[in-house]
């Protein structure tokens, strides 16, 4: 019996080490950028068959960018392009349709437009790129850069498991995943 004692200690030890830490989130999603005022206006003209053009203005990421983040804390659905759900190329997709420029619906597709960029280069606008499946070999995420700050480069994606949000690129996971910056505006 007491040979016993150690063996079960060691197990619950053991045991406990290995039990999965389960994560809960705050009913109430916060976002830690906001979109600004939708009456901004745009007075430019843009050109480019594209709707691409190599000097976008400000106003014109700032259009995209505001509009993707009126999508903030719709849920993740594969495939979704609507409020009622979303997947990451998805919000991308219809933020950029709905400030007139033409962009390929896929990730994996959108990752071979524009200049690929040093993540040292990143600005507003930008597009990240991400390798999140383990036996994937392709770019299967991406995100819109919505602020650059001190160095923490912040974008927002639809995940699958909180939706449209936006993260930083320091946090681990994606530090972890990220593949490449492209510049398409």
């Keep these: ?15 406990g080490c ?11 999603r916060k976002i830690t950028v906001e979109a600004s005022p939708e009456n901004q206006s745009s007075e ?30 719709v849920r993740y659905k594969y495939g979704g392009t609507t409020k009622k759900g979303m997947d990451c190329s998805g919000l991308l997709y219809v933020a950029f349709k709905e400030n007139d420029v033409a962009f390929p619906r896929v990730s994996s597709a ?11 280069q990143v600005e507003k606008g930008d597009l990240l790129f991400f390798k999140t499946s383990r ?8 995100g819109l850069v919505v602020a650059v700050e001190n160095d923490e480069i912040k974008f927002i994606h639809a995940s699958t498991s909180r939706g449209v949000i936006v993260s930083s690129l320091r946090e681990g996971y994606w530090n972890y995943s990220f593949v490449k910056a492209t510049r398409v505006l």
Excluded: W
Aim: a positive charge.
């Design 44 to 73: 430019e003209s843009y050109e480019g068959t594209d709707g691409l053009d190599a000097h976008s203005s400000p106003s014109k990421v700032n259009d995209i960018i505001n509009t993707a983040l009126t999508y903030s804390g």
């Design 135 to 142: 036996r994937g070999k392709k770019i299967n995420h991406v």
């Design 1 to 15: 019996m007491k040979r016993t004692y150690p063996f079960i200690i060691l197990l619950i030890f053991l045991g």
């Design 18 to 28: 290995i039990a999965k830490k389960k994560t809960t989130y705050a009913k109430e």
């Design 110 to 120: 959108m990752a071979n437009q524009g200049k690929r960029i040093h993540v040292n």
